[in-house]
């Protein structure tokens, strides 16, 4: 039964960094506290993605879209956070399909835009520019 155990928490283990691996290999924070303080001293936007254990999507977004040079070039003004699905900030967006997307406020933490699952280059640009925009508009008020 021990050996049951020690199986099933390594397989569980290898899963559960989904979210901290491809934060490393984006370069982004892998701590909403942590962004969000970022983004309050900085006023930058915060981009919270919340991936799953296992998702293809979400492996597909990080290797295609947010990893091109022109996304990357558009997201360099805004603070970056990626967390599991079972992270206690993410429980608090309540997720519906991963990759999720939200583009925060980091003054009033109030979600501004949302991308729902894998987003192609030329859509999640849209996105990123609808977000800046409100973004700015709710800022110089």
């Known amino acids: 039964m021990k050996y049951i155990f020690i199986l099933l928490f390594g397989i569980t283990s290898l899963f559960a960094n989904e979210a901290t691996n491809l934060a490393n290999?984006?370069?982004?924070?892998?701590?909403?506290?942590?962004a969000l303080q970022l983004s309050q001293k900085e006023q930058k936007l915060l981009m919270l993605i919340i991936v799953e254990d296992g998702c293809h999507w979400c492996k597909k977004f990080a290797r295609t879209t947010l990893s091109d040079a022109t996304v990357k070039q558009?997201?360099?003004?805004?603070t970056k956070v990626m967390l599991d699905s079972y992270d206690e900030a993410?429980?608090?967006?309540?997720?519906?399909?991963?990759?999720m997307i939200y583009f925060i406020n980091p003054n009033t933490q109030k979600v501004v835009d949302t991308a729902y699952?894998?987003?192609?280059k030329n859509g999640?640009?849209?996105h990123i520019q609808k977000a800046n925009k409100t973004y700015k508009k709710e800022s110089s008020k």
């Open 25 to 34: 290999k984006l370069h982004y924070l892998k701590s909403y506290n942590k």
């Open 74 to 78: 558009k997201l360099q003004s805004i």
């Open 90 to 99: 993410s429980l608090t967006y309540e997720p519906k399909f991963f990759p």
């Open 117 to 120: 699952g894998y987003q192609k």
């Open 124 to 126: 999640f640009l849209i």
